[in-house]
């Protein structure tokens, strides 16, 4: 009932709880990680196919794996979070532990299984307060946490602005880091959107921002962001 209760909260509230873990007995992994991936309304169909198609190759590649099996007890959490609308971000894919072929494989096929979720755009600052939620409430334990979220534009419209969500994580524990899928030279409020990731989202120690040019790069640019995010 915690659980249910922690994860029905309005946007924007942390629980007083929220810093214990979901259960004594909850199992160890090395890394819990949610993956917030940008559904908004700028994102076409053959567009989101491409992400989602990046995400499912990425997670299952051979080297994210031998990442994972790098660490010492070989095995970390990962779930799926779309976002767009002001509170609306959705967890497609609950958590799923990755640890080995068969573990990817099911993985990659639950992100390309799940129903795209309704989204408008651009609220940052709500998606990172969901994926708060969704570690506090996360079935397995780990004393790394990290929020992987990618977008193709900056913050505009959160209940909670991006920048206080993120203090607020990293004050947690929680460690966020950024993809900015923007061609070179794209400059969004007078700055690269690289930029304004690392200004408004990413936090924590070793926090980073990496690029994708593109949808179709993003299979390449979350591949080596997810090795050195596990690693």
Known sequence: MQRRRLLAMPAGIIAPWAATPATAQAPELDLLLVLAVDASGSIDADEFRLQREGYAEALSHPSVLAAVQSRPRGAVGVAMVEWGAPGGAETV????????????????????????????????????????????AAPFQAAERVIDLSGDGPDMRSHRRASEVRDAAVAAGIRINALAVAGTGQVTRGEPLAETYRREVIGGPGAFVATAADRRDIARALRAKLVREIA
């Open 93 to 136: 894919v609950p958590w799923m532990r990755l640890a080995d072929a068969a573990s990817a494989r099911a993985l990659a096929e639950a992100v390309l299984a799940a129903p795209r979720s309704p989204q408008s755009y651009n609220a940052i600052g709500d998606a990172l307060d969901h994926c708060i939620r969704l570690l506090q």
